[in-house]
């Protein structure tokens, strides 16, 4: 079977985790060196000196700064890399599923799974009890190239908390899918004059 993820994936997150929130760390180490530098040149500053109003500016500006740069760097690259982190490890870890099914598409999706950006991967598959074919989906991290699936291949994919980490195509094209064509279908039912039973039987109820 084709893996999804691999253990250069993992390493290239955590690498990716780390350099981020090193430099995070070493930008606020900056900052509080700074800020003591300049209240120690405060403090020794003398009485109602009017250059005490230097440091007072200084660390202002620099804390209106810092507090600018950790909220959106924090907020955009240190949660996005911190929630990809956390999915790749109950990828590695958690329980996984494996299914067959019939692929139909893809579908681009506006939703997050677990704050991850997702396309949907529809499969059909055939219930017993219902006698008809139902929806089936799975989800593809949005980060990773598509898998070469066409509508009708029959896979085998493994998938953990819904995401696909594993697939293997069975069998190319193995079923086809009849296209409907929504407009045609729609002009049919306008078109569609019900017989003299049908009518009667309206009238009757």
Known sequence: M??????ADYLAVYKQKKKIFGIFWAVTAVY????????????GLPYADPMQKLP???VFV?????VIFAYVYLSIKGSRI???FKLMGYLSDGLKN??????????????????????????????????????REAYWDNEKPLPALESGDYVKYIVQSNFIVQYE????HALEFEEVDEEEYEAEEDDYVPSDEETSGEAVQ
Do not use: P
Not at 2 to 7: A, E, G, K, L, P
Not at 32 to 43: K, L, N
Not at 107 to 133: M, Y
């Open 2 to 7: 084709t893996s999804v993820y691999t253990d």
């Open 32 to 43: 509080v060196i700074f800020c003591i530098a300049w209240w120690i040149y405060y403090m």
């Open 56 to 58: 007072k500016a200084c």
């Open 62 to 66: 620099s804390s209106v700064l810092y």
């Open 82 to 84: 911190k929630r990809y």
């Open 98 to 135: 494996e299914e067959k099914n019939y692929f139909y598409t893809f579908e681009k999706k506006t939703l997050q799974k677990d704050n991850i950006d997702v396309w949907g991967c529809v499969f059909e598959t055939w219930s017993k009890k219902r006698q008809e074919w139902l929806d």
């Open 169 to 172: 195509i069975l069998e190319k």
